[in-house]
């Protein structure tokens, strides 16, 4: 079956523009997780989804950023007055359960943000 | 919070050589050590995973392997093919207590197989 998809592939934002940034799970998937990935490094936690519910936002790095899943599939990553240390891949992940046992994360393709 | 060390950071290795990769972890609670493979501009694909209730599972070439007591996990892979050519990166689940549980990632190995 299809699996998690983003778009856009590639953003390039001008210092203090706001961005938006899509991911849409596997279907069904209940669980959606928002990673950054700097460059070299392993993806660092943002925020995670139950369904609609944030259940934890406590990686968002500023509070220029904000998440959104508002029917409990497709999500949103926001960030606004972009600066240049925001730029990195954003990743995102679902799966299939939910809180009490953690199951198997699938990555989507991620979004390039550079901020010039 | 969980902090996840991953060694070693490269790996050159010549084709059907073994390769290993270690990492430790901090949270005793951490109970699902996934390991996932990059190949670049590509997203982290999930190769293989464990549980803390046993301590080694197997998938063809590669295996993993995990010390509860030393809080430490290891990535195995034989007969290695120049495909293995990618970034590997471990991860350890955290926040069990909570009822909520995410993942931490290690920094990733560069692993590099030689024809």
């Known amino acids: 079956g299809a699996g998690v998809s983003q778009s856009p592939r590639y953003k390039v934002a001008k210092r203090g523009q706001d961005v938006a940034l899509r991911c849409d799970p596997i279907?069904?998937?209940?669980?959606l997780f928002w990673y950054q990935q700097a460059l070299g490094q392993g993806p660092e936690f943002l925020t995670y989804?139950?369904?609609?519910?944030?259940?934890?936002k406590s990686g968002l790095p500023s509070d220029r950023f904000f998440a959104e899943r508002p029917e409990g599939s497709v999500s949103t990553l926001k960030i606004q007055r972009t600066q240049q240390e925001d730029s990195a891949v954003y990743l995102c992940?679902?799966?299939?359960?939910?809180?009490?046992?953690?199951?198997?994360?699938?990555f989507g393709p991620g979004t390039r943000l550079t901020v010039t | 919070g969980e902090n996840v060390e991953q060694h070693p950071s490269t790996l050159s290795v010549q084709e059907g050589d073994s390769a290993v990769i270690k990492c430790t972890y901090s949270?005793?609670?951490?109970?699902?050590f996934p390991w996932y493979k990059q190949e670049l501009g590509k997203r982290p694909q999930l190769i293989i995973d464990?549980?803390?209730?046993?301590g080694e599972k197997k998938d063809q070439r590669i295996a993993v392997t995990l010390n509860k007591t030393a809080k430490h996990f290891s990535l195995h892979i034989t007969e290695t093919q120049p495909e293995d050519s990618a970034v590997y990166f471990c991860?350890?689940?955290?926040?069990?207590?909570?009822?909520?549980?995410?993942?931490?990632f290690g920094t990733g190995t560069r692993l590099l197989v030689s024809p």
């Open positions: 989804f139950q369904n609609e519910a944030q259940l934890d």
């Open positions: 992940a679902s799966s299939s359960g939910g809180t009490g046992y953690i199951y198997e994360q699938y």
């Open positions: 279907s069904g998937h209940v669980s």
């Open positions: 464990i549980r803390s209730n046993v």
């Open positions: 991860a350890a689940s955290t926040g069990r207590n909570t009822g909520f549980q995410k993942l931490v």
């Open positions: 949270d005793s609670a951490s109970n699902y």
